[in-house]
């Protein structure tokens, strides 16, 4: 557990770096979101590292019934990704609303292929 959350910290390091040029107290504003989104990538990684090496299918037996069935980890992943994706898209309005004068065009598009790494 203690190798998550240092993954999670070097998530949440990236995300801040990407706001260098955002005002701090814009970027204390979405510090919560920025932490769920850390984890939910962190997360993600894990769950795609389980699906490549188990599936994302698995026998289910019941009594008589025998079938395969999505596997809790894809469901999980489904899931998550459409939350993740949600939560990115929430914080790049709320950070490109709170500086709609970003000057460092470099530093936006380095956000956005950040961002655009789990899509």
Same mark, same amino acid.
């Not at 955002?22 to 990684?45: D, H, Y």
């Not at 769950?47 to 698995?58: A, H, Q, R």
């Not at 709320?94 to 961002?115: G, H, I, M, P, R």
């Given at each position: 557990?203690?190798?998550? &959350?240092?993954?999670?910290?070097?998530?949440? %390091?990236?995300?801040? %770096?990407?706001?260098? +040029?955002?005002?701090?107290?814009?970027?204390?504003?979405?510090? @919560?979101?920025?932490?769920?989104?850390? *984890?939910?990538?962190? /997360?993600?990684?894990?769950?795609?590292?389980?699906?490549?090496?188990? @599936?994302?299918?698995? *026998? #289910?037996?019941? @009594?008589?019934? &025998? *079938?395969?069935?999505?596997?809790?980890?894809?469901? /999980?992943?489904? /899931?998550?990704?459409?939350?993740?994706?949600?939560?990115?898209? +929430? =914080?790049?309005?709320?950070?490109?609303?709170?500086?709609?004068? =970003? +000057?460092?065009?470099?530093?936006?598009?380095? *956000?956005?292929? #950040?961002?655009? +790494?789990?899509?």
């Amino acid at each position: 557990m203690a190798k998550k &959350e240092a993954l999670i910290k070097a998530e949440i %390091a990236k995300l801040k %770096a990407l706001m260098e +040029e955002v005002p701090r107290s814009s970027v204390k504003v979405v510090e @919560g979101l920025i932490e769920r989104i850390a *984890f939910m990538n962190v /997360t993600l990684s894990e769950l795609e590292s389980d699906m490549n090496k188990n @599936g994302t299918i698995e *026998f #289910f037996k019941n @009594g008589s019934q &025998e *079938f395969y069935k999505e596997s809790a980890t894809a469901k /999980t992943y489904n /899931t998550m990704v459409n939350r993740y994706t949600a939560a990115v898209k +929430e =914080l790049l309005r709320l950070v490109t609303e709170y500086d709609k004068n =970003l +000057e460092d065009v470099q530093s936006l598009a380095e *956000f956005n292929s #950040f961002l655009s +790494e789990r899509e």
